[in-house]
Nanobody
């Protein structure tokens, strides 16, 4: 099972940007779907963006138009570019392979994103 290590979180002002990285322990080119998830205090973890093995992307309504998911297969890395950040985006962000996530397996430490003035 591929493991992921997230990084790039931090403190951003409303309207600001952050770029998250997710480095996999193995090749990502054969994984059907890799997704970014987030969890805010007191809330369930939710998916916000996903990228398929052929590079198709999808987004939740809450981030569509503001977040962009991409990947660099040569670096086994998936990115999440977050623009126009809002306080409601404050959460711990994780990446995971979709089927592992559904089994509640393969979760890494995540990276904290805080949006505040």
């Amino acid at each position: 099972q591929v493991q992921f290590v997230e990084s790039g979180g931090g403190l951003a002002q409303p309207g600001g940007s952050l770029r998250l990285s997710c480095v996999a322990s193995g090749s990502i080119d054969r994984l059907p779907v890799i997704a970014w998830f987030r969890q805010s205090p007191g809330k369930q973890r939710e998916s916000v963006a996903a990228i398929t093995g052929v590079g198709s992307t999808s987004y939740s309504m809450s981030v569509r138009g503001r977040f962009t998911v991409s990947r660099d297969i040569s670096k086994n890395t998936v990115y999440l570019q977050m623009n126009s950040l809002e306080p409601v985006d404050t959460a711990v962000y994780y990446c995971n392979e979709w089927t592992a996530a559904k089994r509640n397996a393969g979760w890494g430490q995540g990276t904290q994103v805080t949006v505040s003035s």
